[in-house]
């Protein structure tokens, strides 16, 4: 069986695939339609983030057996007709859930205690202790939406404090001893914190708006280190504003590209005949850049050291449980 690579990865991939018997083949810089006027040729395919696979490629993919996605969700790939095809998918959530965890807690952390503020300010030699007074998670109660590989890993995470913790998910029965599976509307009553772990659907899409946002009882802290365009910006902003969200922590925005490998380019052209051309800044994303009360990464929840070879072995062993 031969495997296209049309993304990079840790080296363990190819090399025990390799072990297994499997021709590996890479193709990091063609275009999608360079890839689909070869992929006949190909029996799996393995991929990040790089392009979307729609019914056009899968088409055109006349052997395809799999597809591994190295990562948590498979939103850019036409599931239903890939599975209509008979092609077997692949995604590997258990290899950064740990790493997800571990970044959505730290996010809170920092936000209840103004550490990133704080550290901004000791290096301006600005020395505001009660401006930076913060809170204790211990007695709050936090709200999960969504509860599979990510949601769980938080909450493991959550195990050492005082907290309370709830979580909505679309699926029945998924609360465990960790985490207790309540409505929404009980959710939206009793949660002082929200977290999103929910993947990029058609039910998820916009999911955070004015409309969700205050159905909250309390005024809440935003936690995002699931998929980005779950939340309307402006919406975001406006609550900020207003203080229905007291402040959010974002490891993903709206306003990424499909790839998660870029955002948009907000530097000064070079030249004054590229100024026409230049992406505008949204305003919302210009408040949340000033804003003492968000903290932003860029879509590294779950990229560490340890998750990149995590990832790629999951994908290996699911290749191998599935065709050996």
Known sequence: MKILHLDKNHPLLINQLNDLGFTNDIDYTSSKVEVESKISDYDGIIIRSRFTIDQQFLNAAKNLKFIGRVGAGLENIDCDYAEQKGIYLISAPEGNRNAV???????LLSLFNKLNKADNEVKQGKWQREANRGLELDGKTVGLIGYGNMGKAFTKK??????EVLCYDIKANVGDGNCK?????ELQE??????????????????VNTEFINRFKKPFWL???ARGKSVVTEDLVLALENGKI????LDVLEYEKSSFEDLFKIEEPKFRWMRKRK??????????INADNVLLTPHVAGWTVESKEKLAQTIVDKIKAKFF
């Not at 571990?102 to 996010?107: D, I, K, Q, T, V």
């Not at 959550?158 to 907290?163: I, M, P, R």
């Not at 992406?279 to 949340?288: D, G, R, S």
Request: hydrophobic residues 45%; aromatic residues 6%.
């Open 246 to 249: 007291l402040g959010a922590a």
């Open 181 to 185: 599976q309540v409505s929404l509307e």
């Open 223 to 225: 936690i995002n280190t």
């Open 190 to 207: 009793k949660a002082d914190v929200l977290s999103l772990h929910t993947p990029q659907t058609h039910l998820t899409l916009n999911m």
């Open 158 to 163: 959550l195990k050492g404090f005082d907290v």
């Open 279 to 288: 992406t505008k800044v949204p305003e919302a994303f210009q408040y949340l």
């Open 101 to 107: 965890g571990e970044h959505a807690l730290g996010m």
